[in-house]
Every structure is written in structure tokens, then in C-alpha cells.
């Protein structure tokens, strides 16, 4: 199940589905992927960014006041929030752009819901050196203004998208069209588990260094292998690449935790696997908010990361199988988990991870102390402040 | 032979776009009989998608008009069946895959047959990914076009071996919209694909004006207008019927003038 079974498929899922004027410069890019992957001096470079620019390997953190006070399963948090630029998104980024600058391109795009995976490329194109446009929902430029400047400080062009709902996913929609503009001389940094083949698979695997981290981690610290590990799902990148290197280990449960925003018994939610239903959108086949007429439904979560109607094939595949488990978290679960991680461990985690720490929050009985679990820390929350802040009815802003 | 055939054998056919119930169902229908009034050989369909991903700012503003006043593929495919009544020319829809995907391919291509439609075209149904509707489409009689971009190159000798119908040609890089300057390499783009096919080759993409229809239909064998008739329609609402006629009898007297194939 790990590998799909026909070129770029989890089971169903995946696929190509792009215009036609696109498909040459995916093929190319499938071929310059293995390539790169199976060159000794391109995964030692990737390596030495990741070791040396990025911080890695994150902490794996024992949380032991939470782990008491919720008085469950001893909860260990990968620390995805301690990297450079503030969340797993680097992993991903720093392997694409170095794959641009390998196939030749001098120009990288990228969409970005939160700000995070925009940041994230703006710092990896400074640093190699390429021209670099970021593609943000109106919405989300208005929601992360201290992100929009800080990508302008990197270097980047951050366009807003005035487009539909103006957020992630029409984001993701002009970045496609921007890419089919120029295809030269540009590659499109696909931000998550997403879009058409080979990204959902390239992606994963950028982002397996936080699961293969986590697995030698708390085999290291506690000489067994967790009985769960949660991460938060809008496309679904830190949740892949915690699960990815897991799947075979039959007794850890992979549960993944998505935006139910306002509840899922209202429309304002994003919580793909809980309300959505198959479809065919960015390229991939897998669950979709949509209505009966394949309309992309508007999704809302008060985390512009999980602001996105769709998630990432591989997930949807895990989810079809049995393998993964996904658990819608609301709003103010989340905002709730976000205050307690604060106050009990002190960390100032991103809202979108919050959303995991609340799954386990609601399910830590289920477990026993004897239990190890593993939540995916995969952002820090300083970018989430004054939003958690107007939520809480402080009149904060950035 | 099938409609979309002898319309390629009898003369080399404008193709005009029209985006379904914009801004309603009722006078998408009259528009597309003021279009084939004033000589449109063949009528797109487009069926409304939220997210149109190839689609420029204009067909993308004229989606959301129409999804907004209530378009939806029953109301569409309705239109058909009753135009079907009016008109033998052939009418294809041009869709993403996923509203099609949402009603059922059986159901979906079943409904093409019933109402009368010729054809089908599908932007994000790649040569890879045929496979997914092909079977079916030609069970219900209705032809998928295929489409070949300037990045196609060495793409072209499979692509064009599952055509039918007309090959679309993408004449330029990009989304759709009217365009100013049309790529003079589209000449020789259609000359490859000729190489490899029997099939019609029709360009579309940025031909919004006479003098451009004129200088395709010099190496092509049809043209396909979009942005410039949703243009005209954004501007004048629904009263665009006759300025559509007009438009469509000027880019086909253009058309004409083109240097005759043989």
C-alpha cells in the first residue's frame, strides 16, 4: 500500500488530471525527481540544508505535565515548530527549490494558505538563489499580515488572489494558471501532499524525515514504538510525512485531525474525510467538499492551513484502507488545546497543530500510561496570536 | 458520419464558446441561435465550474455569473435537447472533469446522447488520464476531444492517435483570454500535428479579432473563439444577442478571405 499501485495512484486516488499544456513539464519532473533522489551527491546536499540551515533533527519532546494532567498515554511532541522559518513546511521546500535550481529553472511559485509554505519557499529561493512569487488569498493576506511582509523581506513577490473565496484553494488555482503561463523557465513548489503526480509522492518523501526522525526518537528514548501518532490535516504534508515511515508498523495508530471549523454539522467546515465525497480537483482524484453538482464547496476553519476543501490522495487512500483514522476537531477545540499547551508545557504551538493536540486531548483516555503517543507539532504559533486573541475578544492586531 | 465530421468536410468551421447560463439558461439559448445565425459552424457549451483552472479572468467571471444565477448541468442539458429541436449544428460541451465525475459518467454520457450533443471537451483530462471517461463517451456515441498545447512536442504522435473529431490546439501558453499577439510559432505547431493525423485541426486560444481569424484560417482547419464572445455578453448582459450574430458574421467573412485550403 505504500507504493501506488499504477503511476502516481493511492488505490483511487492521485492520478494527473491537468491541462495538457502542463503534462510535458510533469513528466519531467518525475524524471528529474528519481534522478535527483538516486544521486548520492543531491540527497547529501539536501542533507547538509536540512542538518545544517534548517536544524534538523527537530526534538522529540517528552511532554510530561500534559502527559500527568491529562493522565493518559506518555505524550511525546516532534517539534516541527523549532525548525527554521517556524514549521515542517522547510523539509518540503528546501528539496523542490534545490530541484528547481537542478533542472535548470530560475524562478520558483507557490500557493500559500497561512503563510507558512509561502515563508518557507521565500527563504529557500533567498538562500539558492532564485526569483520567487507567492500566490495568497485576499483573505489570508488580510488574516497573516506580519507573513505577506515577511516574505517581501525575503525577497519574494507576494500576489493577492482575488479570485472565488479567496483563500487557499484559489490560490492553488492561480498558481496553477501562473504555471501554465511558464512552464520555462518556473517550477511550481507545490505546498502539500497534493496536486497532480508526482507531487503527492514527492512531497511525502520530503516530508518522511519528520516520521523517520520521530521512529528512531522514542525507539531511542523508550525502547518501543508509540501506539499512535496524530497530526493535523488540510492538504495533509506533516501529517504524510509523520505516517508515511509508521505504516508498516501494524500497532500504531495514524490518526489525522482535520478543521470541523464551526462543527461539521454546519457549513463552516473544512473536514474533507468527515463531510466531503470523491471527486476529481488540483489535479488529483480524492475526497472533495463539493455539492451534487461537483461545485467545490467554500470551506472555513479559523487555521488558514486547514482552510482547504480537499486532501492529499495518500490520505485518502489511508483512509479508504482502514489504515488511517480521521477525526474532525472544531474550532474552539482547537483554540482550547492551543491555551493548554501554552499554559501546561509552554509552547505557543500553530492553531493549525493545535487542532492534533485537541484530538488527543479528547481521546488521551483511551490510552494507558504504559502507552507512548506522538502528536506533530508542526508549527509554532506566533503567527496565531492576535487572531487566537480577536477570537477571545481582545481587539489585538498585528 | 457524425455531425462534428461533415461539419469539418462542408467548410472550415468557427467555433464559437458560449459559458451555459450566463447570465441565464434561457438566454444562453438564444445567444448560441444568434451565434449559429450569424455562421457559427459548431457551439461550446461551457458547463459552470466553481474553479476553473484554465480558464482566464473572463470565462472565470462569467462562471461565477452564471453559477451565481443558478446554473447546473440538468438545466443545461435541458438547453440542449431543446436546441436540439431548432438546430442540426453540432454542440459540445466543454467541462472539468469533476462535475462530470459528480453525476456519474453513465448517467452523464447517456443524458449527452438523450438531449442531442455531438461532443465533449475536458481540460483536465490529459492523454494519461482518457482512459477515465473514453469508454463510455464512445458507448453513448459522444466524441472526446483532444487537445494538444505548444508543450505538447514529442506528446503529439499519441495524442493524436486516440483523436476524433478535431484536434484543439492550444495556440499559445496560458489560460484563456484574448490576446493581443498570437504566438507566431502556431503555424508550425499546426503543421506537426498534420504530420501526424488525418483529423481536423481547429486553434483557439486568444483569437478574439478578425485579422487574427483571417491569419489562422490560413493554416487551420477550424478556429475557436471563447473570451471575446463572453466578453461581449459580460458587456451587454441580455441584450448581447445581436452584437454576438454580428460579431460571429464578421469573423467568419474574415475567415473566408483566408487563402481557400486547396
Same mark, same amino acid.
Given at each position: 500500500?505504500d ?7 493511492f ?58 494532567d ?44 497561512a503563510?507558512?509554505?509561502g ?85 511525502r ?22 501506539? !499512535?501518532?496524530?497530526?493535523?490535516? *488540510?492538504?495533509?504534508s506533516?501529517?504524510? /510525512? +509523520?505516517?508515511?515511515? @509508521?505504516? =508498516? &508498523? #501494524? ?18 467546515? !473544512?473536514?474533507?474525510?468527515?463531510? *466531503?465525497s470523491?471527486?476529481?480537483?488540483? /489535479? +488529483?482524484?480524492?475526497? @472533495?467538499? =463539493? &455539492? #451534487? ?5 467554500p ?15 495518500e ?60 502528536i ?23 | ?5 461533415k ?50 479572468p ?21 438547453m ?72 505538447s512536442?514529442?506528446?503529439i ?14 495556440s ?5 483570454g ?41 493554416f ?17 448582459g ?25
Amino acid at each position: 500500500m505504500d507504493q501506488p499501485i499504477k503511476k502516481g495512484r493511492f488505490g483511487l486516488h492521485g492520478g494527473q488530471y491537468v491541462p495538457e499544456t502542463l503534462m510535458n513539464e510533469l513528466l519531467k519532473l518525475e524524471q528529474a525527481y528519481t534522478q535527483a533522489m538516486e544521486d548520492a551527491e543531491f540527497r547529501q546536499e539536501l542533507n547538509s540544508l536540512l542538518t545544517k540551515y534548517a536544524g534538523r533533527p527537530s526534538l522529540l519532546y517528552h511532554a510530561k505535565k500534559m502527559s500527568a494532567d491529562l493522565g493518559g498515554p506518555q505524550i511525546y511532541l516532534k517539534r516541527e515548530d523549532l525548525n527554521h522559518t517556524g514549521s515542517h513546511k522547510i523539509n518540503n521546500v528546501l528539496g523542490q527549490v534545490l530541484l528547481a535550481k537542478r533542472m535548470g529553472k530560475t524562478r520558483v511559485i507557490a500557493e500559500t494558505g497561512a503563510g507558512q509554505h509561502g515563508v518557507a519557499t521565500a527563504t529557500a529561493a533567498a538562500l539558492l538563489d532564485l526569483a520567487c512569487v507567492i500566490f495568497m488569498g485576499k483573505e489570508d493576506v488580510e488574516r497573516q499580515l506580519l507573513n505577506v511582509y515577511r516574505m517581501e523581506l525575503l525577497g519574494a513577490t507576494v500576489i493577492p488572489v482575488t479570485t472565488g473565496t479567496m483563500t487557499l484553494k484559489d490560490a492553488v488555482n492561480e498558481t496553477m494558471r501562473e504555471w501554465t503561463r511558464r512552464v520555462e523557465d518556473t517550477l511550481y513548489v507545490l505546498g502539500s501532499v497534493m496536486g497532480p503526480h508526482p507531487f503527492p509522492t514527492m512531497v511525502r518523501d520530503f516530508q518522511s524525515v519528520i516520521g523517520s526522525e520521530t521512529r528512531a526518537q522514542i525507539l531511542k528514548e523508550t525502547g518501543s514504538l508509540p501506539v !499512535a501518532v496524530l497530526a493535523c490535516v *488540510g492538504g495533509g504534508s506533516n501529517a504524510m /510525512g +509523520m505516517f508515511y515511515p @509508521f505504516i =508498516q &508498523d #501494524e500497532g500504531v495508530r495514524l490518526i489525522g485531525c482535520e478543521a470541523a471549523g464551526q462543527g461539521i454539522e454546519t457549513e463552516k467546515h !473544512a473536514a474533507t474525510i468527515a463531510k *466531503g465525497s470523491l471527486g476529481v480537483f488540483h /489535479g +488529483m482524484k480524492s475526497y @472533495f467538499c =463539493q &455539492d #451534487e453538482y461537483g461545485q467545490i464547496a467554500p470551506v472555513y476553519s479559523i487555521s488558514a492551513g486547514l482552510d482547504y476543501p480537499g486532501i492529499g490522495p495518500e490520505h485518502a487512500h489511508l483512509y479508504d484502507s482502514g489504515r488511517g483514522e480521521y477525526r474532525p476537531v472544531t474550532d474552539e477545540e482547537a483554540v482550547q488545546a492551543f491555551e493548554y499547551l501554552a499554559r501546561t508545557e509552554g509552547i505557543i504551538c500553530a492553531i493549525e497543530s493545535a487542532h492534533a493536540v485537541a484530538q488527543l486531548m479528547k481521546m488521551a483516555k483511551e490510552f494507558s500510561a504504559q502507552d507512548s503517543v506522538v502528536i506533530c507539532l508542526s508549527g509554532r504559533g506566533d503567527k496565531d496570536v492576535a487572531a487566537i486573541a480577536r477570537y477571545r475578544g481582545r481587539n489585538i492586531y498585528e | 458520419m457524425n455531425r462534428i465530421a461533415k461539419t469539418f468536410e462542408a467548410n472550415r468551421p468557427f467555433i464559437g464558446f458560449i459559458t451555459g447560463g450566463d447570465p441565464s439558461v434561457a438566454k444562453t439559448e438564444e445567444f448560441i441561435l444568434e451565434m449559429i445565425a450569424g455562421g457559427a459552424d459548431v457551439i461550446e457549451i461551457g458547463i459552470p465550474f466553481s474553479d476553473p483552472i484554465a480558464e482566464g479572468p473572463v470565462i472565470q467571471e462569467a462562471n461565477l455569473r452564471a453559477l451565481g444565477n443558478g446554473a447546473n448541468v440538468d438545466k443545461l442539458f435541458a438547453m440542449v435537447a431543446s436546441l436540439r429541436l431548432k438546430t442540426q449544428t453540432p454542440l459540445l460541451f466543454m467541462t472539468y472533469l469533476n462535475p462530470v465525475f459528480r453525476y456519474g459518467y453513465e448517467r452523464f454520457f447517456s443524458r449527452c446522447q438523450e438531449c442531442g450533443l455531438d461532443g465533449i471537451i475536458i481540460p483536465d483530462l490529459p492523454y494519461e488520464e482518457r482512459q477515465e471517461v473514453e469508454e463510455v463517451a464512445s458507448r453513448y456515441g459522444i466524441i472526446l476531444i483532444s487537445m494538444v498545447a505548444p508543450t505538447s512536442k514529442d506528446r503529439i504522435k499519441q495524442i493524436v492517435e486516440q483523436a476524433q473529431g478535431f484536434i484543439y490546439t492550444v495556440s499559445s501558453m496560458g489560460v484563456t483570454g484574448v490576446r493581443s499577439n498570437l504566438d507566431g510559432s502556431i503555424g508550425e505547431l499546426v503543421e506537426s500535428i498534420k504530420k501526424e493525423t488525418q483529423v481536423p485541426v481547429a486553434v483557439g486560444f486568444g483569437i478574439s479579432n478578425p485579422q487574427q481569424a483571417r491569419a489562422v484560417a490560413e493554416f487551420a482547419d477550424g478556429i475557436i473563439v471563447g473570451s471575446a464572445l463572453v466578453k461581449i455578453v459580460a458587456a451587454h448582459g441580455e441584450k448581447a444577442g445581436l452584437l454576438l450574430r454580428q460579431y460571429v458574421q464578421a469573423m467568419k467573412e474574415a475567415m473566408a478571405a483566408a487563402a481557400s485550403r486547396q
